[in-house]
């Protein structure tokens, strides 16, 4: 039987052979194609050419909902695999989930008719929920039903955009579009929280594991989720003294968490100090949001950013660089270059929410610039890692 799978697996081109490889890619080449077209955008040089909702709906939506959900989704095919020892998601099943998100990127850009676009995007994120849960449930993996959950409601909150850009209603698209940036900022806390300190003690050889707090982790999961329903239903989107309290808890269990996590030495080593510093920015986004609650600050639009720059750009990269030298037999040792990418996004991240109070004109085509450079390394070393077969001759 164990044969028979193998050579099963050997026909499967190595693209369709785990979903790391085609959604990491996408979301690879995604990061690079949305990003081009917002900062064209923004220099009026499309002319007319508006995809459905107009530039900013798109620019909005597309981030979390495109690029982000992409690399959730290879990174959640591939983990669950490892969680359950069942075989993952391959071949043509595969292939027809990878377009599924392929079309409904194409439509939302050309502007597809509403009864087209709607059905096409409201159906990948309980498709993956569906796949995810499936798995968990045959083995009755209850630890990782939260994941299931998290996919619902970020269902649920692209439901509510996909609601406003039917009724013409921009305030319903933002509710949503933010609503799933802080549910995506929940999932980053919750497999981050697994993650990081346990590629840290592996990645620097020390004996001594950070021990879990698992109350902790289950309060600051519950502060980002809580921080957006309060998002989702419009609360949080006007300064209230009061929705600060949400916000700075979960600035502090963070804060908490990483200083656990923290060891000198990864300064040695990029594919750790990217995974730290891209969690960092987890602390600033929701301080800065808490911060704005309090009339501490005038631009709630930063704190955002520093949430989908830093740490969803931040964290996406480093995650990218080193699940896919792992899953692809190689090792754990990124190209050179790959520190200048973890650079850059930090650097675009500090741009975007440090520099438009000091020097306007600069600071969005500066990030987007990094954000650039950053993902076009990415892609130049690791995009035919995913086309090829493992270099150690295992399936995957």
Request: aromatic share 10%.
């Amino acid at each position: 039987m164990q044969l028979r799978d193998r050579k099963r697996e050997l026909a499967i081109a190595p693209l369709w052979r785990l979903g790391f490889r085609p959604f990491f890619l996408a979301g690879g080449l995604f990061a690079l194609i949305a990003m081009a077209f917002w900062i064209v955008a923004l220099t009026g040089h499309l002319g007319a050419w508006q995809p459905a909702g107009g530039w900013l709906a798109w620019h909005r939506h597309e981030m979390p909902f495109g690029f982000g959900i992409a690399i959730i989704a290879g990174f959640l095919l591939t983990a669950v695999q490892n969680w359950t020892g069942r075989a993952g998601l391959s071949g043509r099943p595969l292939m027809w989930l990878a377009a599924l998100w392929l079309a409904a990127r194409l439509a939302w850009l050309l502007k597809a008719p509403l009864l087209v676009l709607i059905p096409l995007q409201v159906a990948f994120l309980p498709l993956l929920a569906f796949v995810i849960g499936r798995s968990l449930w045959q083995v009755r993996q209850r630890n990782n039903y939260p994941v299931v959950a998290v996919l619902l409601l970020l269902g649920s909150a692209d439901a509510l955009v996909l609601a406003g850009l039917a009724r013409g209603e921009e305030g319903m698209q933002r509710q949503g579009v933010l609503a799933a940036m802080w549910l995506i900022a929940a999932l980053m806390g919750l497999i981050g929280g697994r993650v990081i300190p346990f590629f840290t003690q592996r990645g620097l050889g020390r004996t001594q594991q950070v021990k879990a707090v698992p109350w902790l982790d289950r309060a600051t999961l519950g502060c980002a989720l809580l921080v957006a329903v309060l998002t989702a239903s419009g609360v949080a989107l006007e300064a209230r003294a009061w929705i600060a309290l949400p916000f700075a808890c979960l600035a502090l269990g963070n804060a908490v968490r990483l200083a656990r996590w923290y060891d000198a030495g990864i300064w040695r080593v990029p594919l750790l100090w990217s995974l730290h510093l891209a969690f960092a920015w987890l602390v600033v986004a929701p301080l800065g949001q808490a911060l704005w609650h309090l009339g501490l600050t005038g631009n709630p639009s930063l704190p955002l950013h520093a949430l989908a720059v830093g740490a969803m750009g931040g964290l996406i990269l480093a995650m990218l660089a080193r699940v896919s030298l792992g899953h692809t037999g190689r090792p754990l040792s990124p190209p050179k270059t790959m520190g200048i990418a973890f650079a850059l996004v930090n650097c675009g991240a500090l741009a975007r929410v440090f520099l438009p109070g000091l020097l306007p004109s600069v600071a969005l085509p500066l990030a987007g610039v990094c954000w650039l450079g950053a993902f076009a390394l990415f892609l130049g070393h690791y995009a035919p890692m995913f086309c090829h077969a493992r270099v150690d001759g295992q399936p995957g």
